[in-house]
């Protein structure tokens, strides 16, 4: 998770409040792995996402990176927090531009979370099945992490869900693979096979997501009440914390890209950018 509270959807701007390749840390609260064989009661205040990756030599080493929408709570400390900090800064510098584009120190909140793709609950044939408890709210497939470090964003393009408390919601299967070379996933056809220029200097990486189909979940679930993600198109936005800069694999019927824009593939419309 990345250690700062990141507001590109909600204020439709970018906030450059890190290095420039932001480091990822644990959350073990708001985004709490169950481990194998742990039981699984449901609180009436959390959600609970439901989570299959196929294991593969890159899926193994690469994370799935969520952000969560911040609630207005959070925007209001935060708000208040900049313009302290804007007040203190112009007494030391008076050149230091508008208070919009004033970057600071924020970590009085944290919305920005790393599945540990090791702290799996269970498997499936060549499936790892996570089950994370959150705090509810609408959440984004934000990019992948490496190494505790945002590797790339899905700033080109992206989905969000939401997740209720009290339920679990079944995102389906999340896919990664070598942006360079032929893909074993036909859902990243398009994001696949693009050559040696996805490789060089840093290497790029293509993600995607399979809905889940009948939302089947595996049978020691099978007593929870689970309800399959509904995934909307989200827009291109800006995040100046990360390494590469990449987009979500098209979805069928969700998400689809025209000459670079963003399309909610249930209306045929563009979506607006998020800066």
């Known amino acids: 998770m990345i250690t700062r509270l990141v507001f590109t959807f909600a204020l439709c701007v970018s906030l450059a409040l ?10 073990g609260v708001n985004f709490q792995h169950f481990r194998k064989g742990a039981d699984i ?13 196929p294991a593969t030599s890159v899926s193994t080493k690469l994370q ?3 952000l969560r929408k911040p609630s207005e709570q959070e925007l209001g400390g935060y708000r208040a927090a900049k313009q302290q900090a804007y007040n203190e800064a112009l007494k030391n510098d008076e050149d230091i531009g508008p208070l919009e584009t004033f970057a600071f120190e924020y970590s009085e909140a944290i919305n920005l ?3 540990e793709n090791g702290r799996f609950y269970s498997k499936e044939g060549n499936d ?4 994370i408890a ?3 709210g609408e959440y984004v497939f934000y990019g992948l992490g490496f190494n505790k470090y945002l590797w790339q964003c899905n700033c080109m393009g992206t989905v969000s869900f939401g997740a209720k408390a009290g339920r679990v919601t ?11 070379s032929e893909s074993e996933f036909p859902e990243l056809a398009q994001d696949t096979g693009l050559g040696k220029k996805m490789r060089q200097d840093y290497p790029m990486f293509a993600a995607g997501v399979r809905p889940p189909v009948g939302n089947s979940v595996p049978g020691q679930l099978a007593r929870l009440s689970v309800e399959a993600a509904e995934y909307e198109a989200a827009g291109s ?4 914390a990360r390494l590469l800069a990449n987009r979500l694999a098209p979805i069928p019927g969700v998400l689809a890209y025209d000459a670079g824009n963003v399309i909610d593939a249930k209306t045929g419309r563009t979506v607006p950018k998020r800066f």
């Open 18 to 27: 890190a290095l420039p390749n932001a480091a990822l840390a644990q959350d």
């Open 41 to 53: 009661e449901i609180a009436s205040d959390r959600a609970y996402l439901l989570i299959r990756m």
């Open 64 to 66: 799935p990176v969520f």
């Open 113 to 115: 979370y790393q599945l």
């Open 128 to 131: 790892r099945i996570f089950v």
């Open 134 to 136: 959150v705090q509810p």
């Open 170 to 180: 079944n995102l389906g299967s999340i896919l990664i693979d070598l942006a360079w």
């Open 237 to 240: 936005f800006l995040e100046p």
